[in-house]
């Protein structure tokens, strides 16, 4: 039965009716008869609460019956019932998958820190870990599509070092893709004008034959790290997607792979973490102060930033070393030495792992208490007792010390065997990607001589 329509007056009768225990005993009719005397007596003023009242019960009365004929609709506190349930059963499912995805990300995660602290630890118990070789690896993109984890390579370089020897061997090649993603041109322009600065396709540089490219790179992978492994390379953590997507892309034109061939990207910095703890546990030392916040901020002050002649030619020549992959492998390598080879007193070879001796390196020290607190604890890693690691200040950089500027680990090391880096980079030549270094920049002294002076003079 649908509601009937209120009145003021029934209003009235209703309230009576349940404020008074007689009304209560009387049927709806002798109430009605009752209250009908009172209310003719009733003036305007005191009706008024009762009208209203009953008009905005009816109001009240007509939304509920448009929303329900109206169009068909349900009632709006249904509707209002049944969005809030799926909002939460989307929240839900979002959050599974959230959840799931976190899961993934986490365990996978846990994988790479165990992998990276197998791989140190099987090295410490063979009592080799000075021997144990790493292969560290930078890409340079020139596009990311914008839905989906795509980049576009354009420069690859792989790094295998140890210890011991620091450089092993580089693989170093530009990439020319063929193509940009479709309305992506503009996108890789920029990153391109403010980061690597290479050519874009069609006029990029390099190798055309990413089938190849990437039959090359598992070739030197191999080499490094043995046959019948799964190559494991290393590179800083938020870069680690981009170079296992840059892997996939190279991956994918390869119509002849056995599909053995997934390459391992793991965290370069959890591997500096593990294996400063455990080569200052080898060398007896107090390793109270490494963790990981300690050996991060000693990764990313990238103190080797501005060492001339580690990048490839094109780099070099261009005045964008930082940005070279080659460049950034180097002195990855060059980090690691500073930061262990001093606890195991490794004599550390020039050019090898550490700069060549062109050029000193610059480290900005700002001038506050704190960050020079942070950075002398730094130090005293390298400045242990045992280091074959000599630091000497060289007075024609003092135009670069003043109040604010400090001038550090710079390289004063001697030349001992000038000749082993060149040999290495030589027998790498059989890779075709490799060269594009002219080998006079790289071990002639007298271009080594020319870079000191220009670097001086630009300073
Ligand atoms: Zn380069």
């Known amino acids: 039965m649908a509601p009937k329509k209120q009145n003021g007056f029934m209003m009235f009768v209703n309230e009576w009716r349940n404020r008074n225990a007689e009304g209560r005993r009387m049927t709806l009719a002798e109430a009605v008869y009752h209250c009908g005397t009172i209310w003719e007596k009733m003036d305007t003023q005191q009706r008024g609460p009762y009208n209203s009242g009953a008009k905005d019960a009816n109001a009240a009365r007509r939304d509920k019956r448009e929303s329900l004929n109206?169009?068909?609709?349900?009632?709006?506190?249904?509707?209002?019932?049944?969005?809030?349930?799926?909002?939460?059963?989307?929240?839900?499912?979002a959050e599974s998958l959230m959840d799931k995805a976190q899961r993934e990300a986490a365990e996978s995660l846990m994988d790479m820190k165990r992998s990276t602290e197998r791989l140190v630890l099987n090295a410490?118990?063979?009592?080799?870990?000075?021997?144990a070789k790493f292969v560290f690896v930078a890409f340079n993109y020139f596009t990311k599509a914008l839905t989906t984890d795509v980049y576009v390579p354009a420069e690859f370089a792989a790094c295998e070092y140890s210890l011991k020897e620091g450089i092993r061997s580089i693989y170093s090649t530009m990439i020319d893709p063929g193509q940009?993603?479709?309305?992506?041109?503009?996108?890789?322009?920029?990153?391109?004008?403010?980061?690597?600065?290479?050519?874009?396709p069609p006029n990029a540089l390099g190798e055309k034959n990413m089938a190849k490219l990437y039959r090359n790179i598992l070739d030197y992978l191999t080499k490094c790290q043995g046959e019948g492994k799964t190559p494991i390379v290393f590179t800083p953590a938020e870069n680690i997607g981009m170079v296992k997507s840059c892997f996939r892309y190279l991956e994918c034109e390869d119509d002849s792979r056995d599909g053995g061939g997934k390459i391992e990207v793991f965290d370069i910095q959890y591997l500096l973490f593990i294996l400063k703890k455990e080569v200052m546990s080898v060398a007896g030392l107090n390793d109270e102060k490494i963790n990981k916040f300690a050996t991060d901020a000693f990764f990313k002050n990238d103190f080797f930033e501005f060492t001339a002649g580690i990048a490839c030619q094109y780099h070099e020549d261009n005045d964008r070393t930082k940005y070279c992959t080659q460049s950034m492998v180097t002195r990855w390598a060059y980090t690691f030495t500073d930061f262990m080879c001093g606890d195991l007193a490794i004599t550390v070879q020039p050019g090898k792992h550490i700069p060549a001796p062109t050029k000193p390196n610059y480290r900005i020290i700002s001038s506050d208490a704190s960050s020079l607190d942070h950075e002398s604890s730094f130090d005293s890693f390298y400045s242990l007792p045992g280091s074959q690691v000599k630091k000497e200040s060289e007075p024609e950089d003092c135009s670069l010390s003043s109040s604010r500027l400090s001038v550090a680990s710079r390289s004063s090391y001697k030349p001992k065997d000038h000749t082993s880096f060149a040999a290495d980079l030589n027998e790498m030549s059989e890779f075709p990607s490799l060269g594009m270094r002219k080998s006079s920049k790289h071990h002639g002294s007298a271009a080594s001589a020319q870079r000191k002076w220009n670097a001086g003079a630009r300073n």
């Open 70 to 93: 109206g169009h068909g609709q349900v009632d709006k506190a249904q509707r209002e019932a049944a969005k809030s349930l799926m909002d939460k059963a989307q929240r839900e499912a």
């Open 124 to 131: 410490k118990m063979s009592h080799d870990l000075e021997n």
């Open 180 to 200: 940009i993603i479709f309305g992506q041109g503009s996108d890789a322009l920029h990153n391109s004008s403010t980061t690597h600065d290479l050519p874009l």
